[in-house]
């Protein structure tokens, strides 16, 4: 029976990075992953705040711009009738990109990867799992399947919670600002996020019982676009259920639960806690997340007053006329985004 060191369920960028990780510590690493890897796509805006792109940077060691990254530096945020135009720095880059370039690189190093498939038994006792037929043995096991994570489920017993979200790549007009747009009883937000050639557009929402199609309609209707056929959706970790470690099995990025619970920014959270897994993996990952999950709690607390209509709309009417509300607003979108 093979063994190896590191066995990772997911090939999306938190588990291809962790394998990259493990693979420059010389470690015997088997990504498993459901999709057939030509074929595999994520519904995601692409976009990566300044922290995301520095960490991917620095992780991957890349000190040019090879990779097609579309730099924006100005966002601007829709309130209703009320627009704030605020200097933020983002980058943008298709999805299927940016995990190709991780997956390429992790598959480089010497990873191994089976694609298409699942494991069919799992035995967390003889820490051995079966994949097509043949049993494979592992000192650890890494959750890295995304939100709907099945191994997370096969250890709790129960679905992470989870929000959803609609998007479409839209390339008729490429747009050039990162835009963002809130809704009265929505809570949730819209999205438009430029990319080389087109803008994915979308929305998420924070309780999934809310009316998500409805305020879509009403985004596309204000920018004038008719684009009802290409929309897609999915779903996303709500930042308030994480879940790290059962045992030899470590959870990392969506699987564990790990995203901002008021922006939806995971893939920040994808690198940084494959980053510090790679680096605590027989020592203390647990510990050295507090930091991480202290950040995410204060979001979450947080969240209640971004998404509560009355102050919202108080502060964005309030925003050109009071230094202090000007101040307030663009540290904390700055914080967070
Ligand atoms: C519509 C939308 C827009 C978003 N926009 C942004 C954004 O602009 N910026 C940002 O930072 N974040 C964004 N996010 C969040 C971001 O996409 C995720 O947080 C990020 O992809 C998490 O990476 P991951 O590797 O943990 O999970 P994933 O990227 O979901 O990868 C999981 C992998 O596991 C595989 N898998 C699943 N189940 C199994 C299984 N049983 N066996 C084997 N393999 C399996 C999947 O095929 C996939 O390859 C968005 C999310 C959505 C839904």
Redesign the pocket.
Known sequence: MEKYDVII???????ATFGYLMRIKNKKVLI????KIAN?E???????SQK?YNLFKTIFNIDNDNIPFKNSRKCVIHNGNTTLNLDINTFSIYRKDIDSYVLEEYLKKGGQLIDNS?YEELDLEKNTLKVNSIEYKFDYLIG?????S?LRKAITGKNANKNF?L?IAYDKTPKELLEIYFFDNFKGYGWI?PNQENAMI?I?NVNQETKIKESFNLLLKQIDIDASKNIKG???PTGDDIYLNYKNVFF????AGL?SPIT???????LISAKILSENLDKNYLSKMNKVIRELKSELFLKKYVYNDKLRNYLFSRYNNSFFIKKAINHFIKKII
């Open positions: 369920i997911g090939a999306g960028i938190a588990g498993i992953e459901k999709e595999k994520k519904l995601c805006g692409g976009l990566l995301s699942q890295a399947d995304g939100a709907l099945r979200a998007e996020i979308g998420g999915a779903f996303l990392i990025g969506d699987s995203i939806g920014e995971g893939i920040y959270y994808a």
